[in-house]
Structure formats: structure tokens, C-alpha cells
């Protein structure tokens, strides 16, 4: 009796290859998987679904929600003032709320791109060099980082400023009401971190205390190039830039 041929066991078919539609479904499907859990493992999935060509415009849309976040801050520090105890020193004078939508508009998103840049090149030096170039490595983090900073910037836009603006009314000064919303922003605070580790640890293949070094360097560094570079250039032009020391 001849053997009866052997039939190959079906294996299931990658989730990610089986997607289907647009370039923004697909990306909006890596989105939410990530954003309801924001661990390694997930990003290091999911970040399959970009690819390199799409890197520049994520880089874009996330510097277009930052200036829309600073837009939204400028308008509540000029209309929503916590109250001080003494006077602010601004090196550069203090800013108007016209200074600080120029902010928000053209010195934000030049300190998004180059915390970015850093960023990118610190973590990309790291990485092995059987990973490919520096330009490859830095793309290979990219890829989930642009995720993580997509949905930390959606969440500032639509959690974190709401709650700052319900702290600057009298309603957020009632202690049930305060404790609520400093839980909030706690929270969120937490997420961005763990968010913003996790994509770069499924990137890099490091250490997320050695990331969170790295990251904490490149924002020191950007946080002080780019206020004082730029307070110093349009302060002649009678545009205070807000650097408070």
C-alpha cells in the first residue's frame, strides 16, 4: 500500500503581513495595539509596520502636534497665571503672549527636531556595528520611537492640557478636585516614560536604564542650546524668549 502524502501543518499567517488598506490604517492599527500596551515586546512587534520611508513625515506630524501642544500652553500661561509668590527673572525679558506663540510656533518644533536628532545619533552609537551604518542603526530606532512620541503627544494634547486647564480654575483648586488631576498627570507622566523607554529598548536592543541616560542627556543638552541659542538670536528683534535663569 502506497503512503498517502504527508500534508503540511498550515501555520498561521503574521498578523502584520496579513494587513490590508491605506498606509494610515495600517499605521493606525500599530497605534492603538501599542497605546493599549505600551511594553517591549509590543513595540518591537509593531514597529514592523513602519517603514523607513515613512519616517520623515511621523517625524513631521509629531512636531506639528508638539507646536499645537505649545500653542495650547501659551494661551494658559498668558490667560490661565498660577499665581507667584515673587517675580520670574527671564534672561531675555519676560515673554508677552505674542513671544510665546512665536515659541510655540517656530522654537518648539526646532527643539523637537533636535532632541530627535540627538537622540537618534546617542542610541544609534551604542548599537552594534553589525547592525548596519549609524544612519541604518538610527532608522532601526526610529521606527517604534515615532510611535511611542505619536501617542505621547496625542495624550498631552488631549489629557495633560485639559487637566492643567481644570487645575488653573477654581474648581481644580477644591483638594478632592487637586488630588484627582495631579493623579492624572501622574499617570501620564508615567506612561510617556515607560512608553518612550520601551520603544527605544525595542529599537536598540539596550538597557532602558542606559536609555533613559541617553535620553535624559540629549533633552539637557537641547533644553539648553536651543532656549539660549535662540533667546540670544531674537532678543535684538524684541522677541523674549521664556528662559527663566
Not at 515607560?194 to 538597557?207: D, P
Request: aromatic share 12%; with cysteine.
Amino acid at each position: 500500500m502506497e503512503n498517502s502524502p504527508q500534508l503540511a501543518t498550515p501555520t498561521p499567517e503574521d498578523p502584520i503581513d496579513a494587513l490590508t488598506g491605506s498606509a494610515p490604517q495600517r499605521l493606525g492599527t500599530a497605534l492603538f495595539a501599542v497605546a493599549k500596551r505600551p511594553s517591549r515586546a509590543a513595540y518591537a512587534y509593531w514597529m514592523r509596520v513602519v517603514e523607513p520611508g515613512w519616517i520623515l513625515p511621523l517625524l513631521g506630524v509629531t512636531l506639528v502636534i508638539g507646536m499645537l501642544n505649545g500653542i495650547i500652553t501659551a494661551i494658559i500661561e498668558a490667560f490661565l497665571q498660577k499665581p507667584v509668590s515673587h517675580p520670574i527673572y527671564y534672561r531675555f525679558g519676560a515673554p508677552s503672549f505674542a513671544d510665546r506663540m512665536i515659541y510655540a510656533l517656530f522654537v518648539s518644533p526646532l527643539f523637537g527636531l533636535c532632541e530627535f536628532a540627538l537622540l537618534m545619533l546617542f542610541v544609534a552609537a551604542l548599537m552594534p556595528a553589525e547592525r548596519g551604518s549609524l544612519k541604518e542603526r538610527a532608522i532601526q530606532v526610529a521606527r517604534p520611537y515615532l510611535l511611542a512620541m505619536l501617542i505621547n503627544g496625542l495624550i498631552t494634547l488631549l489629557v495633560f492640557q485639559p487637566i492643567t486647564v481644570i487645575q488653573r480654575t477654581p474648581v481644580g483648586q477644591i483638594p478632592l478636585m487637586f488630588l484627582v488631576t495631579e493623579s492624572i498627570i501622574l499617570a501620564t507622566f508615567i506612561y510617556y516614560l515607560v512608553a518612550l523607554l520601551h520603544a527605544l529598548a525595542a529599537g536598540s536592543g539596550r538597557s532602558r536604564w542606559l536609555l533613559f541616560g541617553v535620553w535624559l542627556l540629549a533633552v539637557l543638552i537641547t533644553a539648553f542650546v536651543v532656549p539660549y541659542s535662540m533667546g540670544a538670536l531674537l532678543y535684538p528683534f524684541g522677541i523674549h524668549v521664556a528662559v527663566p535663569f
